[in-house]
């Protein structure tokens, strides 16, 4: 937990620090100011994961929001909600059969959960040309995890849904570069290349409803690496594998791999 909390500490740090004229200017680029005759940006972008296993998780960004001082410092607050279906080879049927093999994946998205609110954005360390950067990107906050709750035949609860609180931080860097279409070269996208080290915890007494295991550190972690490219009105594709450091007790998987499409309403 206090790994954790430092993590949190340093990405606000770096996120806020208005040290010099050269790092106001470099403002999160999720936190350009919006037009005042802007329609707010209610459902505008989310994401749709498949993982190795036919695991499907869809989120949608609700609404995004900006916290701060206009012209100076702000943090862009967005509000995400979704679902996580197992997969096709997962247990199915009646409550005594569900399965909670979805929690691994939702504790290493930073998109998923029932309920998930943060911060995210990203910050300029250094660019060559127009359109080929170095970013630092970050991403935490709070989110509802759901999962089915085990027990015995006594027990009325058992198979029943129950929602598992998280607290999560997501910090790497991104190297991003311009795509096009060779037809169309006005139509300028992106690809990228992302690292980034993944950190959440839950409280172990909330695990032991979910799992039958009697010890649960709470504390887990691992790394990324991912690649994507998005062109608008073309394509939305990314690809990734995570590496469980501090994987849960629960998981015998060495690391976990998902193809994503992305959506976007906004040009």
């Not at 679902?83 to 059969?97: D, E, K, R």
């Not at 590496?243 to 849960?248: A, D």
């Amino acid at each position: 937990m206090i790994v954790f909390r430092w993590m949190v500490v340093c990405v606000l740090f770096a996120c806020v620090a208005q040290a010099t004229p050269a790092c106001r200017s470099s403002l999160l680029t999720d936190s350009l100011p919006r037009k005042v005759n802007e329609l707010p940006e209610w459902l505008s972008a989310g994401m749709m994961e498949w993982g190795q296993g036919g695991q499907l998780q869809a989120s949608a960004r609700v609404v995004r929001l900006m916290v701060g001082e206009p012209g100076r410092w702000q943090l862009p607050v967005s509000v995400y909600s979704g679902v996580t279906q197992p997969g096709a080879g997962g247990p199915m049927g009646g409550a005594s059969a569900r399965s909670n093999e979805t929690i691994t994946w939702q504790l290493y998205s930073p998109w998923s959960g029932m309920m998930n609110i943060g911060f995210e954005g990203q910050r300029l360390w250094a660019d060559w040309g127009l359109h080929s950067a170095l970013r630092f990107v970050f991403q935490f906050g709070e989110r509802v995890l759901t999962g089915y709750r085990i027990g015995g035949f006594n027990d009325p609860l058992a198979g029943k849904q129950q929602m598992l609180w998280n607290h999560y931080a997501v910090i790497g860097c991104v190297v991003h570069t311009g795509a096009w279409e060779r037809s169309n070269p006005k139509n300028l996208g992106r690809g990228w290349l992302m690292v980034r080290g993944h950190l959440s915890y839950s409280s172990p007494d909330q695990l032991r409803g979910l799992f039958s295991l009697s010890q649960f550190r709470g504390l887990y972690g691992g790394a990324s690496l991912g690649v994507g490219i998005e062109v608008s009105r073309v394509v939305h594709l990314r690809a990734g594998v995570c590496w469980p450091i501090y994987k849960p007790e629960w998981t015998l998987l060495r690391n976990l791999t998902q193809v994503s499409f992305q959506y976007n309403w906004k040009p």
